[in-house]
């Protein structure tokens, strides 16, 4: 049970909107991965990754507070993710 006040206001969200739980993780951890110093991927697949955990899974997230919970606007959020990742990059 959530105590902190914006844990609280989180969990109201994620019950409002019904979130899946994994992209707010995966958010976290593309957080984490910011706050490197600096970023440094090795490969496409950790690029793939990245771009996912910091633009991908916020698209997943906004898809199922608009109403559209699918698998093609998630799978068209996370492409759009990355691209605007990329272009941001």
Known sequence: TAT???AVALQ?????????????YD??????TDCAEQVQL????????YCYSVAGCVGILAAHIMGAPTKDCERFAVVLGHALQLTNI
């Open 12 to 24: 109201r969200v994620i019950q409002d909107f019904s979130l899946p739980i994994q992209p707010l």
């Open 42 to 49: 090795k490969s496409w697949e950790e690029l793939e990754r």
């Open 4 to 6: 902190h006040p914006d």
């Open 27 to 32: 958010m976290m951890n593309g957080f984490e």
